[in-house]
């Protein structure tokens, strides 16, 4: 709303100082009037330019802003759901455990709990290092050269 407004009033005064009078005598402008008239309109050039540099650093400042505000936003809403969930979690992975103990006792329980826990660690942990060869790969160039390689029929050098 406000940069509508500048903007009109940007265009208002451009157009006072493009206006024409209307001279009463036949004879044309002298040189010297013509260039003071050119140097005058250059001048209202750059400062119009100027103007509009201004309006567009303006509109860009404010859409990072926005943009920052809103991704902050998002990494805090992100932070509390994972908090949430881990809370939980947490109480489910204590169901279990006590759910079990009746058939197989407490440490049995915390055992299995403990162990599932753990594989699924393990697991994880592994495909992160596998995805880490994969990213340093890529990263050197040779994942691109292997994948040329394979798509190359059989014999062909």
């Known amino acids: 709303m406000i940069q509508q407004q500048q903007i009109q009033q940007q265009q208002i ?4 100082r493009f206006e024409v009078e209307r001279r009463d005598d036949v004879s044309g402008p002298g040189v010297g009037e013509a260039i003071s008239r050119v140097a005058e309109a250059s001048q209202n050039l750059l ?6 540099i201004k309006v567009e650093v303006r509109t860009a400042l404010d ?4 943009a ?3 991704g902050g936003k998002s990494l805090g809403l992100a932070a509390a759901g994972a908090y949430v969930a881990r809370a939980g979690w947490v ?28 594989a699924a660690g ?10 880490r060869k994969q990213a340093a790969r890529a990263a050197s160039g040779r994942l691109r050269a292997e994948e040329t390689r394979r798509r190359e029929p059989a014999g062909v050098e």
């Open 63 to 66: 859409e990072k802003v926005t």
């Open 91 to 118: 109480t489910l992975m204590v169901g279990i455990t006590w759910w079990l103990s009746r058939a197989v006792g407490v440490p049995g329980a915390l055992a299995i709990v403990g162990g599932l826990h753990l």
């Open 68 to 70: 920052v505000t809103e």
């Open 47 to 52: 400062a119009d330019r100027l103007d509009l």
């Open 122 to 131: 393990l697991a994880m942990l592994a495909a992160a290092a596998s995805k």
């Open 13 to 16: 005064q451009r157009q006072r």
